[in-house]
């Protein structure tokens, strides 16, 4: 039940609101002065304030300023009479919901005051909802503990709460966009909007007013102002993803926005001015970009301001067992399925392929396999083939050509290709060789009949990585 707290110290009008409002299915409780008022508020906390404007000692203004200090949210509805309206709009201006003026007309009373106890409710929610948002993005959405993870997360944390500008840089599927939100929702615009625009995915020509907005008859079609991605990003941060892709006439644009925070909507001769945050990202060498003369060099520096480089999966294949974890925990639930395991044969064939694809491609993975595993377990042979190759020589070794034959007998029903098992077979031949010399190149490429280069680029094509024969550490 909705309780309301009523403050006048008019003994009739306490009266007759307790009454009526009681009547209306209110929880009422009154209080003829502000002190006594306030005391009810922190005992009782009530879901709306109705208070008398003037009162003898402590006035309706005093309560809003005590509240507006202790930062206590809730509504409040002056009563006024009708010479004090002046003095009801500034009680609005600290924060008051709305007025009541004298005598009272007690229909439209109860209409104020469920509006007002719904849009606070609303209000609360969308705090509440804002603010579970940001803790998932507070690092929590972002997986890996590897030092180059940490370093990533070191940044965050340093650069959030700045208003500079970030350039983030990474191989596609690194989490660029994830960064991204992570600093919009750590930083003090956390409750403003988060905007990304895809630079890349946008035709050139309408690149300009999705992301300026345009006048109502700037060009045949344009029935209507448009508001642009930057007005709507105003107060919070604008996400400019794949900036390489901007053309020349936009870079300037982009570099006057940067510079000033303001700029004109397509066909308006209004100057707009805007309160953003912006963020870009880019898969591309920029520097390469600026030398061959595509990015505009000042604009370059503009954005690289703090330069935000995020590591490639393969630079921390550590953190693949914990991404595989999270990924898992992910498509279970979205997929209302049982989780699936990955024993060690197969976490080590995935440890030890190079993803190109980055994060992104290691998650459709899990989710690929999370579909067409059957059962819990996940095994070698559902792993795409280009995994093959890495299968643990440890569990599945043959020296003599017999037993490297007995390992092809074994056709699986669905069949398997040539190229896999070939490869499978090298190798193995190779980590033999690699072993029987210590790690010696020159002497394992002799005992296979190639020559030393051929060898070590094999072993980085199947991602071999085997210790060197040990220096004398005198020398
Ligand atoms: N560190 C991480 N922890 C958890 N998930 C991640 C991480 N990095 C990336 N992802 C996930 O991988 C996918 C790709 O990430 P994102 O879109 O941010 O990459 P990107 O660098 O913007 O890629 P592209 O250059 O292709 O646009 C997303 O689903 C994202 O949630
Ligand atoms: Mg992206």
Not at 7 to 31: M, N, P, Y
Not at 51 to 72: H, T
Not at 391 to 401: D, I, K, W
Request: hydrophobic fraction near 40%; aromatic fraction near 6%.
């Amino acid at each position: 039940m909705t309780k309301i707290l009523v403050i006048d110290d008019d003994e009739t009008i306490r009266d007759v609101l307790q009454l009526f409002l009681s009547k209306e299915g209110f929880e009422v409780t009154v209080a003829a002065s502000a002190e006594e008022g306030l005391d009810i508020l922190f005992s009782e906390a009530p879901d709306l304030l109705l208070v008398d404007m003037v009162m003898p000692g402590m006035g309706g203004m005093d309560i809003l300023k005590v509240l507006n200090q202790k930062n206590i949210n809730i509504p409040v509805i002056m009563i006024t009479a009708f010479g004090t309206i002046e003095s009801a709009v500034e009680a609005m201006k600290l924060g008051a919901y709305d007025y009541i003026t004298k005598p009272l007309n007690l229909e439209a009373l109860v209409i104020t005051i469920k509006r007002a106890v719904d849009v606070s409710r609303l209000k609360k929610e969308n705090l509440w909802l804002k603010r579970q948002l940001r803790q998932r993005y507070h690092f929590s959405g972002l997986i890996g503990d590897s030092p180059k993870m940490q370093k990533v997360y070191e940044m965050i944390e340093k650069i959030a709460d700045t208003d500079s500008t970030v350039l983030i840089t990474g191989e596609s599927g690194t989490g660029k966009e994830l960064v991204a939100r992570t600093i919009h929702y750590s930083s003090s615009r956390a409750e403003g909007p988060f905007v990304p625009i895809n630079c890349a995915a946008i035709p050139k020509d309408l690149l300009e007013t999705e992301l300026f907005g345009h006048e109502k008859g700037a060009f045949t079609g344009a029935f209507n102002t448009r508001i642009g991605r930057f007005e709507l990003a105003n107060n919070g941060t604008i996400f400019l993803d794949e900036i390489s892709e901007l053309a020349p006439s936009l870079q300037v644009k982009l570099l006057r926005v940067i510079q000033e925070r303001e700029f004109e909507r397509v066909g308006g001769v209004k100057t707009i001015k805007v309160n953003v945050r912006i963020i870009a990202a880019t898969n591309q060498n920029l520097e390469k970009a600026v030398e061959e003369g595509r990015f505009r060099e000042d604009l370059y520096y503009r954005l690289n301001v703090i330069p935000l480089p995020l590591p490639s999966l393969r630079e921390r294949k550590e953190d693949i067992p914990l991404l595989i974890n999270h990924f898992v925990k992910k498509f279970t639930k979205k997929l209302k399925r049982t989780p699936l395991n990955f024993p060690p044969e197969v976490m080590h064939c995935l440890m030890q392929y190079d993803w190109p694809g980055n994060v992104r491609e290691l998650e459709n993975l899990i989710e690929r396999l999370m579909i067409l595993v059957s059962g819990d377990k996940v095994s070698i042979s559902d792993l795409p083939e280009k995994f093959h190759a890495f299968v643990n020589p440890e569990t599945h070794y043959g020296t003599t050509s017999t037993s490297l034959y007995n390992s092809v007998e074994e056709l699986p029903e669905e069949g398997i290709t040539l190229n896999s098992i070939i490869e499978n077979i090298e190798k193995k031949l190779i980590l033999k060789a690699l072993d029987k010399t210590g790690g010696n190149r020159s002497k394992a490429a002799t005992l296979l009949g190639l020559n030393r280069t051929t060898l070590i680029e094999k072993m980085k094509k199947m991602g071999i990585d085997f210790p060197r024969p040990k220096k004398p550490s005198s020398i």
